[in-house]
Protein backbone atom coordinates (compact mmCIF):
# COMPACT_ATOMS: atom_id res chain seq x y z
CA UNK A 1 0.00 0.00 0.00
CA UNK A 2 1.39 3.75 -0.82
CA UNK A 3 2.28 5.85 2.25
CA UNK A 4 -0.32 8.35 0.54
CA UNK A 5 -2.69 7.84 -1.92
CA UNK A 6 -5.00 10.25 -4.02
CA UNK A 7 -7.75 10.01 -6.68
CA UNK A 8 -5.32 10.90 -9.69
CA UNK A 9 -8.44 12.32 -11.70
CA UNK A 10 -9.13 14.73 -13.50
CA UNK A 11 -11.92 16.22 -11.84
CA UNK A 12 -13.74 17.79 -14.57
CA UNK A 13 -15.99 20.79 -12.92
CA UNK A 14 -17.54 24.16 -14.44
CA UNK A 15 -16.85 27.20 -12.64
CA UNK A 16 -18.94 28.06 -9.63
CA UNK A 17 -18.73 24.02 -9.18
CA UNK A 18 -17.56 22.83 -5.33
CA UNK A 19 -15.62 20.02 -5.57
CA UNK A 20 -13.90 18.03 -2.81
CA UNK A 21 -10.52 16.00 -2.92
CA UNK A 22 -10.01 12.75 -0.71
CA UNK A 23 -6.24 11.29 0.49
CA UNK A 24 -5.76 8.80 2.03
CA UNK A 25 -2.67 7.79 4.21
CA UNK A 26 -1.04 4.77 5.49
CA UNK A 27 0.65 5.35 8.82
CA UNK A 28 -1.58 6.29 11.90
CA UNK A 29 1.38 7.66 13.80
CA UNK A 30 1.86 10.33 10.98
CA UNK A 31 1.89 14.29 11.77
CA UNK A 32 1.71 17.45 9.93
CA UNK A 33 -0.49 17.54 6.85
CA UNK A 34 -0.32 19.66 3.84
CA UNK A 35 -2.08 20.36 0.34
CA UNK A 36 0.23 22.16 -2.23
CA UNK A 37 -0.75 22.21 -5.21
CA UNK A 38 1.24 22.20 -8.81
CA UNK A 39 0.74 23.82 -12.34
CA UNK A 40 2.12 22.14 -15.32
CA UNK A 41 5.75 22.49 -15.35
CA UNK A 42 5.57 24.78 -12.39
CA UNK A 43 7.10 23.61 -8.66
CA UNK A 44 4.72 23.02 -5.78
CA UNK A 45 3.15 25.51 -3.61
CA UNK A 46 2.04 25.60 -0.68
CA UNK A 47 -2.33 25.70 -0.56
CA UNK A 48 -2.81 25.19 3.61
CA UNK A 49 -1.20 22.97 6.23
CA UNK A 50 -4.62 21.10 8.08
CA UNK A 51 -4.72 21.05 11.39
CA UNK A 52 -6.17 18.27 13.54
CA UNK A 53 -9.43 20.65 13.75
CA UNK A 54 -10.02 21.69 10.13
CA UNK A 55 -9.12 24.94 9.10
CA UNK A 56 -10.74 26.78 6.05
CA UNK A 57 -8.57 29.99 3.97
CA UNK A 58 -11.29 31.58 1.81
CA UNK A 59 -12.46 29.18 -0.41
CA UNK A 60 -10.56 26.46 0.21
CA UNK A 61 -11.24 24.38 3.56
CA UNK A 62 -8.62 21.49 4.82
CA UNK A 63 -10.24 18.63 6.87
CA UNK A 64 -8.14 16.02 8.80
CA UNK A 65 -9.75 12.29 9.90
CA UNK A 66 -7.48 10.72 12.03
CA UNK A 67 -9.26 7.72 12.76
CA UNK A 68 -9.85 7.02 8.89
CA UNK A 69 -6.20 8.44 7.83
CA UNK A 70 -7.38 10.88 5.45
CA UNK A 71 -7.28 14.21 4.50
CA UNK A 72 -9.64 16.20 2.66
CA UNK A 73 -9.76 19.45 0.69
CA UNK A 74 -12.88 21.46 -0.20
CA UNK A 75 -12.93 23.88 -2.97
CA UNK A 76 -15.94 26.14 -3.51
CA UNK A 77 -16.89 28.14 -5.91
CA UNK A 78 -14.13 27.01 -8.05
CA UNK A 79 -12.66 29.43 -10.53
CA UNK A 80 -10.75 28.96 -13.53
CA UNK A 81 -7.16 29.42 -12.07
CA UNK A 82 -8.07 26.69 -9.78
CA UNK A 83 -7.11 24.41 -12.33
CA UNK A 84 -4.10 22.54 -11.64
CA UNK A 85 -2.68 18.98 -9.69
CA UNK A 86 -3.60 19.26 -6.06
CA UNK A 87 -1.12 17.04 -3.93
CA UNK A 88 -1.85 15.78 -0.76
CA UNK A 89 1.70 16.00 1.47
CA UNK A 90 2.05 13.95 4.86
CA UNK A 91 5.47 13.52 7.69
CA UNK A 92 4.77 9.83 8.49
CA UNK A 93 6.78 10.06 11.12
CA UNK A 94 9.05 7.44 10.72
CA UNK A 95 11.76 8.90 13.10
CA UNK A 96 13.22 11.32 10.00
CA UNK A 97 11.55 14.53 8.99
CA UNK A 98 10.54 13.99 5.62
CA UNK A 99 6.83 14.89 3.64
CA UNK A 100 5.68 11.83 1.56
CA UNK A 101 3.82 13.50 -1.45
CA UNK A 102 1.24 11.84 -2.84
CA UNK A 103 1.20 11.75 -7.17
CA UNK A 104 -1.84 14.46 -7.07
CA UNK A 105 -5.53 14.98 -8.30
CA UNK A 106 -5.67 17.05 -11.42
CA UNK A 107 -8.55 19.33 -11.32
CA UNK A 108 -9.68 21.01 -14.52
CA UNK A 109 -12.52 23.96 -14.03
CA UNK A 110 -14.05 24.96 -17.77
CA UNK A 111 -15.89 28.41 -18.47
CA UNK B 1 11.40 38.24 0.56
CA UNK B 2 13.37 36.19 -1.98
CA UNK B 3 12.12 32.78 -2.23
CA UNK B 4 14.03 29.15 -2.97
CA UNK B 5 17.05 29.90 -6.23
CA UNK B 6 18.07 27.53 -7.71
CA UNK B 7 20.46 27.27 -10.57
CA UNK B 8 20.91 25.92 -13.60
CA UNK B 9 17.30 26.21 -14.63
CA UNK B 10 18.28 23.85 -17.37
CA UNK B 11 21.28 21.53 -17.95
CA UNK B 12 21.88 19.34 -20.96
CA UNK B 13 24.49 17.10 -20.17
CA UNK B 14 25.61 13.94 -21.92
CA UNK B 15 25.39 10.37 -20.23
CA UNK B 16 28.55 9.73 -17.88
CA UNK B 17 29.34 13.57 -17.31
CA UNK B 18 29.38 14.59 -14.04
CA UNK B 19 26.66 17.45 -12.90
CA UNK B 20 26.54 19.78 -9.77
CA UNK B 21 23.21 21.27 -9.12
CA UNK B 22 22.83 24.53 -6.83
CA UNK B 23 20.27 25.44 -4.11
CA UNK B 24 19.84 28.92 -2.36
CA UNK B 25 17.46 28.14 0.41
CA UNK B 26 15.29 30.98 2.09
CA UNK B 27 17.48 33.12 4.01
CA UNK B 28 16.68 32.08 8.25
CA UNK B 29 15.47 28.38 7.04
CA UNK B 30 17.39 25.79 8.91
CA UNK B 31 15.97 22.45 6.95
CA UNK B 32 16.88 22.18 3.11
CA UNK B 33 15.61 18.96 1.14
CA UNK B 34 15.78 17.64 -2.45
CA UNK B 35 13.38 16.05 -4.61
CA UNK B 36 13.38 14.69 -7.72
CA UNK B 37 10.02 14.47 -9.95
CA UNK B 38 10.15 12.64 -13.98
CA UNK B 39 7.56 13.53 -16.44
CA UNK B 40 4.45 12.53 -14.70
CA UNK B 41 5.25 11.43 -11.86
CA UNK B 42 5.19 12.38 -8.15
CA UNK B 43 7.99 14.09 -6.12
CA UNK B 44 10.67 11.76 -4.78
CA UNK B 45 12.50 12.52 -1.52
CA UNK B 46 16.18 12.35 -2.15
CA UNK B 47 17.55 13.74 1.26
CA UNK B 48 17.31 16.35 3.50
CA UNK B 49 19.68 18.83 5.84
CA UNK B 50 19.08 20.04 9.14
CA UNK B 51 21.76 22.62 9.46
CA UNK B 52 24.74 21.11 7.15
CA UNK B 53 24.43 17.41 8.59
CA UNK B 54 22.16 14.62 6.65
CA UNK B 55 20.32 12.69 9.21
CA UNK B 56 18.41 10.91 6.44
CA UNK B 57 20.07 9.85 2.65
CA UNK B 58 17.45 6.70 2.29
CA UNK B 59 16.32 8.61 -0.20
CA UNK B 60 19.64 8.83 -2.47
CA UNK B 61 19.04 6.49 -5.97
CA UNK B 62 22.68 5.14 -5.98
CA UNK B 63 25.96 6.33 -4.91
CA UNK B 64 26.17 8.26 -7.49
CA UNK B 65 24.10 10.64 -5.92
CA UNK B 66 25.68 12.54 -3.53
CA UNK B 67 24.76 16.41 -1.56
CA UNK B 68 26.49 18.95 0.59
CA UNK B 69 25.27 21.73 2.42
CA UNK B 70 28.00 24.06 3.81
CA UNK B 71 27.17 27.39 5.97
CA UNK B 72 23.95 26.32 6.91
CA UNK B 73 22.74 27.90 3.54
CA UNK B 74 23.75 26.60 -0.11
CA UNK B 75 23.16 23.14 -0.97
CA UNK B 76 25.11 21.50 -3.87
CA UNK B 77 23.43 17.68 -5.06
CA UNK B 78 26.24 16.18 -7.25
CA UNK B 79 25.30 13.33 -9.70
CA UNK B 80 28.41 11.78 -10.77
CA UNK B 81 28.11 9.46 -14.17
CA UNK B 82 25.16 10.54 -14.96
CA UNK B 83 22.80 7.85 -16.92
CA UNK B 84 19.72 8.75 -19.18
CA UNK B 85 17.55 7.41 -15.94
CA UNK B 86 18.79 10.51 -13.87
CA UNK B 87 16.77 13.35 -16.40
CA UNK B 88 13.85 14.64 -14.10
CA UNK B 89 13.62 17.87 -12.55
CA UNK B 90 15.66 18.45 -8.96
CA UNK B 91 13.46 20.21 -6.95
CA UNK B 92 15.16 21.92 -3.61
CA UNK B 93 12.83 23.11 -0.87
CA UNK B 94 13.46 24.88 2.40
CA UNK B 95 11.69 24.94 6.29
CA UNK B 96 12.02 26.90 8.94
CA UNK B 97 12.11 24.10 11.10
CA UNK B 98 10.79 20.62 11.30
CA UNK B 99 7.55 20.74 13.58
CA UNK B 100 3.97 21.83 13.08
CA UNK B 101 3.66 24.77 10.68
CA UNK B 102 7.30 25.46 10.76
CA UNK B 103 7.90 22.84 8.73
CA UNK B 104 6.31 24.08 5.57
CA UNK B 105 8.12 23.77 2.93
CA UNK B 106 8.92 26.17 -0.11
CA UNK B 107 10.23 24.87 -3.22
CA UNK B 108 12.70 26.74 -5.61
CA UNK B 109 11.33 26.48 -9.59
CA UNK B 110 14.07 23.41 -9.90
CA UNK B 111 16.74 22.09 -12.11
CA UNK B 112 15.35 20.21 -15.30
CA UNK B 113 18.31 18.05 -16.15
CA UNK B 114 18.05 15.88 -19.39
CA UNK B 115 20.80 13.84 -19.80
CA UNK B 116 21.09 12.37 -23.66
Known amino acids: RKEVEQDPGPFNVPEGATVAFNCTYS??????FFWYRQDCRKEPKLLMS???SGNEDGRFTAQLNRASQYISLLIRDSKLSDSATYLC????????????FGTGTRLLVSP | GAGVSQSPSNKVTEKGKDVELRCDPISGHTALYWYRQSLGQGLEFLIY????????KSGLPSDRFSAERTGGSVSTLTIQRTQQEDSAVYLCASSFGLAGPTYEQYFGPGTRLTVT
Open chain 1, 50 to 52: VYS
Open chain 1, 27 to 32: NSASQS
Open chain 1, 89 to 100: VVNPNTGFQKLV
Open chain 2, 49 to 56: FQGNSAPD
